[in-house]
């Protein structure tokens, strides 16, 4: 069963292409403004910028202001959001007329907007997966991995073979840009495996950072293993990846105020259960920064808890570390180990 591909909402500006940001400002302009401006751009522009249009949903003021900031400085208003869409691409292109092959346009949007060849693995199960994945090649299975989000990468990474986890995560790490003519042959596998009429996403999710973000939701024991197998093959790579990745244990280094805005944004049943087995000094930091009363209901809570799997202690911690990075993303805190460079705020 495939799931509709959510738009984003663009809050930074690395987050953006060159296409996409030409794609904040012409959707500034409205489109009879920006029409002239496409009559200056090769054909594949104004696809590459139109494709950009039609995937962007709400574009934060201060990334506007970021690319634009002379034009825009009029934009205070926090809450103010630009609206792009399909309709709002549709709309150019009825006012570009005969200049460009619409039609032609339209029909990648369209395969833009539909479900990829990729999206039922977010949705079906895991055996079922595992047993199509099981006799691909490690590259096939670290393009498929590209396309998923890091939890369900995390997920379905956990039922392959040791060996054949430790492969598919390196080739992910040096993965680049994959020609058209693959992305196709491996469409047609997926078609033929698991059925369905699908349109392949050509976005590729790779490099260190990529792989940082899925052995974060991975459970430790895998976690470990595949760290441990791409530093036999190449430690400057597997010392990249620690160095992305976010470690539960890393909250040691934060300083008070951050750990802080972490308990008073966190839900009391996660820190419960994520305190659940890990180092003294890291439940003592978060000990120390609560007052004596909510602390000492905080140990009792847990005492309360008993023998609870292994599992559970690392979802509650996986959620833990999910809202730490929206906190630092949202600018409340900030995430330092000892050694990093100091800032003043």
Do not use: C, W
Request: no cysteine; aromatic share 4%.
């Amino acid at each position: 069963m495939a799931q509709q591909n959510k738009k984003r909402v663009i809050s930074k500006v690395d987050q953006l292409t060159g296409a996409e940001k030409a794609a904040i400002f012409i959707t500034n302009l409205g489109t009879k403004n920006a029409t002239p401006l496409f009559k200056y751009l090769k054909e594949e522009e104004i696809e590459a910028v139109t494709l950009a249009i039609a995937g962007m949903d709400n574009i934060k003021p201060n990334v506007v202001d970021s690319i634009m900031s002379e034009y825009y400085r009029m934009m205070s208003n926090d809450e103010l959001l630009l609206e792009g869409g399909q309709d709002y691409a549709n709309e150019l292109l009825e006012e570009l007329g005969d200049d460009i092959d619409s039609e032609k346009v339209r029909q990648k949007l369209k395969a833009n907007s539909e479900n990829t060849a990729f999206a039922d693995f977010q949705e079906s199960k895991i055996t079922q997966i595992t047993n199509f994945l099981k006799n691909e090649h490690p590259q096939v299975i670290a393009l498929i991995f590209s396309q998923l989000d890091e939890k369900r990468t995390a997920e379905i990474l956990g039922h392959l073979d040791g060996d054949l986890q430790a492969e598919v995560i390196y080739r992910l790490t040096t993965m680049e840009k994959i020609s058209t003519e693959v992305i196709e042959e491996i469409e047609e596998v997926i078609k033929e495996q698991m059925g369905g009429m699908y349109t392949v996403g050509d976005r590729i999710k790779s490099g260190t950072n990529a792989v940082a973000q899925i052995l974060n939701e991975a459970e430790i024991a895998v976690e470990r293993h595949i760290l441990g197998k791409i530093e036999e093959r190449d430690a400057q790579m597997a010392d990249d990846i620690k160095q992305q990745m976010f470690l539960f244990e890393d909250i040691l280094y934060f300083n008070d105020r951050t750990v802080q805005t972490i308990i008073n944004e966190m839900e009391k049943t996660d820190l419960v259960m994520g305190l659940k087995g890990v180092d003294e000094q890291v439940k003592k930091k978060f000990l120390e920064n609560m007052s004596d009363r909510a602390g000492a209901m905080l140990q009792e809570d847990m005492d309360a808890l008993g023998p609870v799997p292994l599992k559970d202690v690392k979802e509650a911690q996986s959620r833990i570390i999910r809202k730490i990075k929206q906190l630092e993303e949202e600018g409340q805190i900030t995430t330092r180990k000892m050694g990093e460079e100091e800032i003043v705020e």
